[in-house]
């Protein structure tokens, strides 16, 4: 189309060792061998996945819909990439925006199994935390994460986080409802937007 300018967000952003990112249309098969490699090893801190996380084209159709949802504002869906942006070490979402006098969103992450244990995930979340904070103006970041999470609770902590709350049976987790801590970020420099 004559003309046509795309109004979804172009977001990159550089850590030491990663690219930081928002999903878009190109990275189905990116996500589609994400999700398949690492199938197993997030099964049991996930919802229950369909077959279709492990192809390209459930990822085109799934990736349709995300930058939808970049493009209102509503959702920031970021991929943690190696430096020159061929693999998927992990995602962080940004999901359920709600602005006006809430100016809040829910956090949510994911590593792949090889990548643990260097302080990616704490590095990728920095300069997310940063971005939806100053460029979205966010008030409040929500995070959960179940009891048995060790490794989530402490990430989420070193980042600044304070517990909340405990909610019973609050997530479908590979199928079963799980208890999880409920915890948030406020942004203490907050001011509107003139």
């Not at 229950?48 to 996380?53: C, F, I, L």
């Not at 103006?137 to 995070?143: G, L, V, W």
Request: glycine share 8%; hydrophobic share 35%.
């Amino acid at each position: 189309m004559f003309g046509y300018r795309s109004n979804v967000p172009k977001v990159s952003l550089t850590t030491d060792r990663m690219v930081v990112r928002l999903a878009n249309e190109r990275d189905a098969y990116r996500l589609a061998d994400y999700y398949t490699e690492n199938k197993d090893f997030l099964k049991p801190w996930e919802p229950v996945r369909d077959q279709s996380y492990g192809y390209p084209s459930g990822w085109q159709v799934r990736l349709n819909m995300i930058n939808e949802l970049h493009k209102q504002g509503n959702a920031y869906y970021f991929l943690l990439l190696d430096p020159d942006e061929k693999e998927v070490i992990g995602v962080a979402n940004f999901s359920h925006v709600l602005r006006g006098d809430f100016q809040a969103c829910i956090l949510g992450y994911s590593l792949g199994q090889k990548w643990q244990g260097q302080g990616l995930m704490y590095e990728a979340l920095k300069s997310a935390l940063r971005y939806m904070f100053n460029q979205q103006n966010m008030h409040r970041i929500m995070a959960n994460y179940m009891p048995h999470n060790k490794r989530s609770g402490d990430l989420l902590v070193r980042l600044g986080f304070e517990r909340e709350g405990y909610a019973k049976d609050y997530l479908r987790i590979d199928g079963q409802w799980q208890d999880h801590v409920l915890m948030a970020l406020t942004n203490s420099d907050w001011k509107p937007v003139t």
